[in-house]
């Protein structure tokens, strides 16, 4: 079972800031199926990213998603006061588990 | 927009036993793949069932398989997951979600205390 590390625990930025995120995949992911999340406080998760690098239609553009092997990233260009909030990665394919990281929080600093 | 409401939380005992419900609106439900993820207060998301359009394919996380099951009725626009023998670290908020794997959209998720 791949086991997924984030990075940072917690990420402390001032808007207008760029912000990367890492996720670190224990063993080498061959396909394209890893996902990024975002939930805000007292919210459900919602769908930013898949396939690595796919933005759901509506999420801005100033999120994207990168990375390969063991190696992904999630990068906010630009943070928005409404990006305050934790971002958890997954990896998923044709059969579970599909595994989640532990998350990273992104706070006002 | 797709609408996800789930019910059927609440405390029951070590032992015990609930039944989910997840009200599907606003998309065609028997088209998709259905999901349970959960999410212990102040933990990450765990993903825990998932079950196939026409309810042909079930699969499960190992720590709820033959304590858990999903179904669902297409008639009705839900999703079900009925829990068995439930333990403490079964408590979390349970999230109803559309997709296989990578859910586009979630449900407002309904809490489950497992507590004496």
């Known amino acids: 079972e791949i086991v997924l590390t984030q990075s940072p625990g917690t990420l402390s930025l001032s808007p207008g800031e760029r912000a990367t995120l890492s996720c670190r995949a224990s063993?080498?992911?061959?396909?394209?199926?890893f996902a990024w999340y975002q939930q805000r406080p007292g919210q459900a998760p919602r769908l930013l990213i898949y396939d690595t690098s796919t933005r759901v239609t509506g999420i801005p553009d100033r999120f994207s998603g990168s990375g390969s092997g063991t190696d992904f990233t999630l990068t906010i260009s630009r943070l928005e006061p409404e990006d305050f909030a934790v971002y958890y990665c997954q990896h998923y394919g044709t059969s579970p588990p599909f595994t989640f990281g532990p998350g990273t929080k992104v706070d006002i600093k | 927009e797709v609408q996800l409401v789930e019910s059927g939380g609440g405390l029951v005992q070590p032992g015990g036993s609930l039944r989910l419900s997840c009200a599907a609106s606003?998309?065609?439900?028997?088209?998709?793949?259905m999901s349970w993820v959960r999410q212990a207060p102040g933990k990450g998301l765990e993903w825990v069932a998932n079950i196939k359009q026409d309810g042909s394919e079930k699969s499960y996380v190992d720590s709820v398989k033959g304590r858990f099951t999903i179904s669902r009725d297409n008639a009705k626009n839900s999703l079900y997951l009925q829990m068995n023998s439930l333990r403490a670290e079964d408590t979390a908020v349970y999230y109803c979600?559309?997709?296989?794997?990578?859910?586009?959209?979630w449900g407002q998720g309904t809490l489950v205390t497992v507590s004496s």
């Open positions: 063993q080498s992911i061959t396909s394209k199926f």
């Open positions: 606003r998309f065609t439900f028997s088209s998709y793949w």
């Open positions: 979600a559309r997709g296989h794997s990578a859910p586009d959209y």
